[in-house]
């Protein structure tokens, strides 16, 4: 019987970095503090387990190009390095991944973040040691898409984008709507009501077809024992 992706078999951040801790590569890992590895791994970890349940059909293929959209600080540890962790996360060692960084405050706290985080970007002592699939990009969507166009990519992530808050940023132009028509597009919320309100922001705004929630045991701040 095939064995479910790592991602999914586990749900626990103990157990999830033990086992990927063994994976050639990344035996990182288990130097990590909890904090350490919750901050570095979260990204990655949320997005893994959206592509298993969500969209399966991907872990058939062999690579797979990926945008985080308006990447800052936690979607992007290490300048994304740890998006290397994704082929082993899936089940999927043999798998090429590439990632484009793509926001106008990359590598910048926002506000909201500043208490828990403090006021520069979180780093491991294993940033820059490992092989990292990622690329930044520090400008908007809209500027990314005039000069990349979507139809290479598999799909894009916004980790907590704000669109209550920050909506006259995202919404100036067309550049989500573009995104949209062209790949899935996945939106991680903070919890329940974050998420109604992006939904109802994003329908405000002329986006249809939107997924049911679901619900992540890997966050930052809880350790989900």
Known sequence: MTQPPLVIKHHQWRHLVRELGSVDGLQAVRQLTEMEYKLALWAPVTLARWIATEQPELLDRPALRILVVGAETVDAVDDGMWYAALP???????????????????????????????????R??????????????????????????????????????????????????????????????????????????????????????????VVNPFTVQTDNE
């Open 88 to 122: 082993a996360l899936l089940g999927r060692p043999e798998m090429n991944v590439s990632v484009e960084l793509v926001g106008k405050t990359y590598g910048e706290v926002s506000p909201e973040f500043k208490p828990f985080l403090g006021k520069t970007p979180p």
């Open 124 to 213: 491991t002592r294993f940033a820059g040691k490992l092989p990292n699939p990622s690329r930044p990009h520090k400008q908007t969507i809209s500027a990314y898409l005039k000069s990349n166009a979507p139809d290479g990519l598999n799909l894009a992530v916004m980790f907590h984008p704000g669109f209550d808050s920050h909506f006259e940023e995202w919404f100036a132009d067309d550049g989500l709507h573009r995104l949209a028509r062209s790949v899935p597009v996945f939106v991680a919320s903070f919890h329940a009501d974050e998420y109604i309100t992006d939904r109802l922001v994003l329908e405000a705004y002329g986006f249809g077809d939107i997924g049911a929630p």
